[in-house]
């Protein structure tokens, strides 16, 4: 019953991919046409806007990342320890909660242009508009580097450490090595960190919306919010979903070599070269910089309008309306966070065991499951629209869209499938540190699968678990782009009012839901500290 049970929960995820696949087995003369039109008109602004956004914040992720992380790892300065962990703040830190922060600052009409304008008598813009490609990719940049980050200095300080250890004991310059021995061993870490954040940069719909860009995801909403046309709709989620792909062959690839080099390299610790005050003051620029942008500056300005809103009295942010109501999207959040995240963490639990007890079929679930975190947002929200459209057609007596678009099963179907993989990924890496050969004694003892797993995995799993169900309760705290489509009618998240918010420029009122995203997601960014010492 169980393993019956456990395809059927699998096969549900996988149903908002397959919908938005099969679309393209559905065309008919309307739908070719569009398909048609699309390419005519808005598929190539669409695709050059999504690239040229890509190529630069795949750019400033690599430069950033890659030195950041070369400057914790390599060298020894003072702070360096504290460098290492507040480095890894801006993942705590959504795009969109950036967006807003610096829309507000740095806009021509913000305090600070117009404050310099008078100080300095002058009268047009002091700089380019921050609502801007340029700005979107900045802002990704600041927020998205701790995924290079992390993978490059892990690279460094583990797999590249004996070679650069050798190295330096055969009388090679600092620069050479950096050069020959640290960047190729780097490369793969690199590339993976980059093809990570590159998924995340086309899954975003805050920043795109907020700052008017035309990318794939912005043009799959306004195809089914404002054109009302599923198939442009579901072609566009489609051509999305492949570009997706692509990335996440290319991150497995990297993974893959990653792993090879670890094997072949071994462990150990190279001595970081030591550095005096000119070259201490340069770390402190290279690593400091991306933390005040990507995290202090955002949430000070954040805690600046809050402050001001107490202090003036005529913002409504602290009348008892407004916090009554903050009450409520803060209870929607958790509830359905914490829901979501006891049924990832169980699916992944179950199908974990599935897979170290050898049941047939186990492998194919865990890809199919772990797929899901690659798929953005928006391509989950279509494809689950799609099966309720086709649901509604072939038995309307089911009421199908009422039972998932009306209530909170769509939005947990749409958690589930993307953010289960995460979940079974921790799970995974506890069973790994679990030694095959105590499963094989209880079985010799008569310990059947419940008792082995009950008694045995889940006492020595309950770290992993946990991890497990924060990692999936902050993403789901900070998920929009699905959010804001499949939500029950009257229920908002603190995501969806931040967003609501800021495009009505009503910025003091998103400062509170986005700094209560940004302090949940804290709690797992002091958790990979800790993992990654």
Known sequence: ??????????????????????????????????????????????????????????????????????????????????????????????????????????????????????????????????????????????????????????????????????????????????????????????????????????????????????????????????????????????????????LLWLEQQQQRRLRFAATRSGGGAATPERLGRGGTALAWLVCGVPVLLGFVLPVGWLLLLLWQAGRWGDDPVFNPIYLARFAQWAWQSLWLAALAAVLATTLALALAFAHRRGVGGAPLLARVVGLGYAVPGAVVAVGILLWLGAGQHWAPQLGLPALVTGTAAGLLLAYLTRFAAVALQSVQAGYARVPAALDESARLLGAGPWRLFSRLHAPLLTRSAGAAALLVFVDTMKELPATLVLRPFGSDTLAVVAYQFARDERLAEAALPSLAIVAVGLVPVVLLRHLTK
């Open 1 to 246: 019953m169980w393993k019956a049970l456990l395809w059927a929960a699998c096969a549900l995820l996988a149903l908002p991919v397959l919908g938005v696949a099969g679309s393209w087995l559905a065309l008919d003369a309307s739908s070719w046409a569009t398909l048609v039109h699309q390419a005519q008109t808005v598929l190539p602004a669409y695709a050059g806007q999504s690239l040229a956004l890509t190529l630069a914040v795949a750019l400033g992720v690599a430069l950033v990342g890659g030195a950041t992380a070369a400057a914790v790892t390599l060298f020894d300065f003072a702070g360096r320890r504290l460098l290492e962990w507040a480095l890894l703040l801006p993942l705590a830190m959504p795009a969109y909660v950036l967006a807003y922060a610096y829309t507000d600052a740095l806009q021509f009409s913000g305090p600070i242009q117009r404050g310099l304008r008078e100080a300095l008598g002058l009268t047009g813009a002091l700089w380019p508009e921050v609502r801007s490609l340029w700005g979107a990719a900045l802002l990704f940049t600041f927020c998205l580097y701790p995924y290079v980050y992390v993978l490059t200095r892990t690279a460094l300080a583990e797999r590249a450490a004996p070679l650069l250890e050798a190295a330096r004991m055969l009388g090679a310059p600092l620069a050479r090595r950096v050069r020959q021995v640290a960047l190729p061993l780097a490369r793969p870490a690199l590339a993976a960190g980059v093809a990570l954040a590159l998924m995340e940069t086309l899954a975003d719909y805050g920043v795109g919306s907020y700052f008017g860009l035309t990318t794939f995801t912005t043009g799959i909403y306004h195809a089914w919010l404002v054109l009302d046309s599923p198939a442009a709709a579901a072609q566009l989620a489609s051509v999305l979903l492949a570009v997706v792909a692509v």
